[in-house]
């Protein structure tokens, strides 16, 4: 995607192949910073820390953060013991996106077949790239998916501004090209369909006012922040045709793991007659768990998080308390909408309906134990 008339990405590797490059999303809109990742404990830092976040992006840098692991051992070979230990450390980084233990253990089962420290480098190098130009494609294919239902409601609406309201941050930055939840509307207005979205601010980081919004400024799309209540007096008064949203981790019977607040959302859009669509990767599905809110696991975050808001100030960022420094705070960073809420998946495959039956019908290939689930640490 473009910034300021350039293409750029949000994560790729430097000239030497040595050093991982990513946007430090922490810092946005107020400033571009690229942050430099050099060892297995910077990537884990940069995941923690939400330099990089969104779940196809956060599977992208753990992939990258196995080849930094073959690249940085010592002597003559490389144990896969050793890997496979820095893959467990990778994987606990954040426990909710299964896109991270998909990418790692993809990366893994490569390199441990391989004997000798400069073909493990160079498999672990060229998997990572691989990775993150299959999920460019994925998101590509989401965004000419998706686009066909947008404008299906622009001919209904003769043209009219079809108005998407969106969830946190699915867009380029959260993956590597496109987004999920923005791809199709990125695809529509490409092709000349008039779109306003509803930019959810998402807290308790903001990362609908602060990076889906400087996305939408930086490719001209017309949009508007709102606060996260403000979705449901929307639909109230038809004032959103369609949400689109991302999603975390998807169970294979259509539970959708998404930012907090998604369900809610979903709530509001189910009341209103409203077509509520997750957009996903199927890197995203974890073809292991069926019960979504009891088996997904729910991230709890620092809870300064929800006590201080960070925003520009005198031309520096800073943070702002809110509450009384003595009120405790809880951190939830996902919530979980069960598939009955769900209009539609929108996949690099097609377009299915959020149950078990829809999404083996676009994805056969995923036994039920799921490729992800690999056995190469027995």
Same mark, same amino acid.
């Given at each position: 995607?473009?910034?300021?008339?350039?293409?750029?990405?949000?994560?790729?590797?430097?000239?030497? !192949?040595?050093?991982?490059?990513?946007?430090?999303?922490?810092?946005?809109?107020?400033?571009? %910073?690229?942050?430099?990742?050099? +060892?297995?404990?910077?990537?884990?830092?940069?995941?923690?820390?939400?330099?990089?976040?969104?779940?196809?992006?956060?599977?992208?840098?753990?992939?990258?953060?196995?080849?930094?692991?073959?690249?940085?051992?010592?002597?003559?070979?490389?144990?896969?013991?050793? !890997?496979?230990?820095?893959?467990?450390?990778?994987?606990?980084?954040?426990?909710?996106?299964?896109?991270?233990?998909?990418?790692?253990?993809?990366?893994?089962?490569?390199?441990?077949?391989?004997?000798?420290?400069?073909?493990?480098?160079?498999?672990?190098?060229?998997?990572?790239?691989?990775?993150?130009?299959?999920?460019?494609?994925?998101?590509?294919?989401?965004?000419?998916?998706?686009? $066909?239902?947008? $404008?299906?409601?622009?001919?209904?609406?003769?043209?009219?501004?079809?108005?998407?309201?969106?969830?946190?941050?699915?867009?380029?930055?959260?993956?590597? $090209?496109?987004? +999920?939840? +923005?791809?199709?509307?990125?695809?529509?207005?490409?092709?000349?369909?008039?779109?306003? %979205?509803?930019?959810? $601010?998402?807290?308790?980081?903001?990362?609908?006012?602060?990076?889906?919004?400087?996305?939408?400024?930086?490719?001209?799309?017309?949009?508007?922040?709102?606060?996260?209540?403000?979705?449901?007096?929307?639909?109230?008064?038809?004032?959103?045709?369609?949400?689109?949203?991302?999603?975390?981790?998807?169970?294979?019977?259509?539970?959708?793991?998404?930012?907090?607040? +998604?369900?809610?959302?979903? !709530?509001?859009?189910?009341?209103?007659?409203?077509?509520?669509?997750?957009?996903?990767?199927?890197?995203?599905?974890?073809?292991?768990?069926?019960?979504?809110?009891?088996?997904?696991?729910?991230?709890?975050?620092?809870?300064?998080?929800?006590?201080?808001?960070?925003?520009?100030?005198?031309?520096?960022?800073?943070?702002?308390?809110?509450?009384?420094?003595?009120?405790?705070?809880?951190?939830?960073?996902?919530?979980?909408?069960?598939?009955?809420?769900?209009?539609?998946?929108?996949?690099?495959?097609?377009?299915?309906?959020?149950?078990?039956?829809?999404?083996?019908?676009?994805?056969?290939?995923?036994?039920?134990?799921?490729?992800?689930?690999?056995?190469?640490?027995?």
């Amino acid at each position: 995607m473009k910034v300021n008339g350039r293409n750029i990405r949000p994560i790729w590797l430097d000239d030497s !192949l040595k050093i991982v490059k990513v946007i430090d999303q922490r810092r946005l809109p107020h400033e571009f %910073v690229i942050a430099d990742l050099r +060892t297995v404990d910077d990537v884990i830092d940069a995941i923690q820390k939400m330099y990089v976040r969104g779940a196809p992006l956060i599977g992208v840098t753990a992939a990258y953060g196995v080849y930094l692991a073959a690249l940085g051992s010592v002597g003559g070979n490389i144990e896969n013991g050793y !890997l496979i230990k820095e893959g467990e450390r990778l994987k606990a980084a954040r426990p909710t996106a299964v896109n991270l233990s998909w990418a790692v253990d993809t990366v893994l089962s490569e390199i441990v077949k391989r004997e000798s420290r400069d073909e493990k480098v160079d498999i672990a190098c060229k998997e990572a790239e691989r990775i993150a130009e299959t999920e460019a494609e994925r998101c590509c294919r989401i965004g000419e998916n998706g686009a $066909e239902l947008i $404008e299906k409601i622009s001919l209904r609406k003769k043209g009219r501004p079809v108005n998407i309201l969106t969830h946190c941050n699915a867009g380029w930055l959260a993956c590597i $090209e496109y987004g +999920t939840a +923005t791809a199709p509307i990125y695809a529509a207005f490409q092709n000349g369909i008039d779109i306003h %979205v509803w930019v959810d $601010e998402t807290r308790p980081l903001n990362q609908g006012a602060r990076l889906t919004a400087w996305e939408m400024l930086h490719q001209g799309v017309k949009h508007t922040i709102i606060t996260d209540n403000t979705a449901g007096h929307l639909m109230q008064h038809r004032m959103v045709d369609m949400v689109i949203v991302g999603s975390d981790r998807t169970t294979r019977n259509g539970d959708v793991a998404n930012k907090i607040g +998604t369900y809610l959302v979903a !709530l509001a859009a189910k009341d209103n007659g409203i077509p509520f669509y997750v957009a996903l990767p199927s890197s995203s599905f974890d073809w292991t768990i069926k019960d979504g809110i009891n088996e997904i696991p729910i991230e709890e975050r620092d809870p300064d998080e929800v006590k201080y808001v960070q925003g520009l100030n005198d031309g520096r960022i800073r943070s702002v308390l809110v509450p009384s420094a003595d009120s405790p705070a809880a951190n939830f960073a996902f919530d979980v909408t069960p598939a009955r809420l769900v209009t539609a998946f929108i996949t690099e495959r097609g377009i299915c309906p959020a149950t078990e039956a829809g999404i083996r019908n676009l994805f056969p290939d995923k036994g039920s134990s799921g490729f992800e689930q690999l056995d190469f640490y027995r």
